[in-house]
C-alpha cells in the first residue's frame, strides 16, 4: 500500500477535513449573522425614521396647542379688562359719589329754604290782604 504524504494517516486527513469544514461552516455561519444584524439595524433605522417622525408631530401639534391656549386666555383676559372697562364708565355715568350726593342734599335743602321763606312771604301778603 503506498503511504500517504508527508507521514499523514487517514485520522490526519479527517481531521483536517472535519476543520475545513468547520471552519468553513463557522464563515458562512458569521456572514449570516453578519447579514441578519445588517437587515435589523436597518429594520431599526427605518423604525427610528418612523418614531423620529411621529415625534416631530407630535411636538408641532402640541406646540399648536400652547399656542391655541395662550391665545383663547389672551383673548379672555382681553375681554374682561374690556368688560371691568364698561362696567367703570356705566358706575360713572349712573351713580353719585357720596360727596357729590352730600353736594345735591345741601342744594336740595338750600332750594327747601327758600320755598319755605317765600310761602311764609306769600302767606303773610295773604294775611295782610284778607285784613284790609
Known amino acids: 500500500m503506498g503511504g500517504l504524504p508527508w507521514g499523514l494517516t ?7 477535513g472535519v476543520f475545513i469544514v468547520g471552519a468553513i461552516a463557522a464563515i458562512v455561519t458569521v456572514r449570516l449573522d ?4 445588517h437587515k435589523a439595524v436597518d429594520e431599526m433605522e427605518v423604525h427610528n425614521r418612523e418614531v423620529l417622525k411621529e415625534f416631530r408631530k407630535l411636538e408641532t401639534n402640541m406646540a399648536d396647542q400652547i399656542l391655541e391656549g395662550e391665545r383663547t386666555i389672551g383673548e379672555s383676559i382681553g375681554a374682561i379688562r374690556e368688560k371691568i372697562a364698561q362696567v367703570e364708565l356705566y358706575m360713572r355715568d349712573n351713580f353719585l359719589r357720596r360727596e357729590a350726593l352730600s353736594e ?3 342744594d336740595i335743602r338750600v332750594l327747601g329754604d327758600k320755598l319755605e321763606a317765600r310761602l ?3 302767606e ?5 290782604k284778607q285784613q284790609r
Open 10 to 16: 487517514i485520522g490526519n486527513l479527517l481531521e483536517m
Open 124 to 128: 303773610s301778603g295773604i294775611n295782610i
Open 120 to 122: 311764609l312771604r306769600m
Open 34 to 37: 453578519i447579514k441578519i444584524l
Open 104 to 106: 345735591i342734599k345741601q
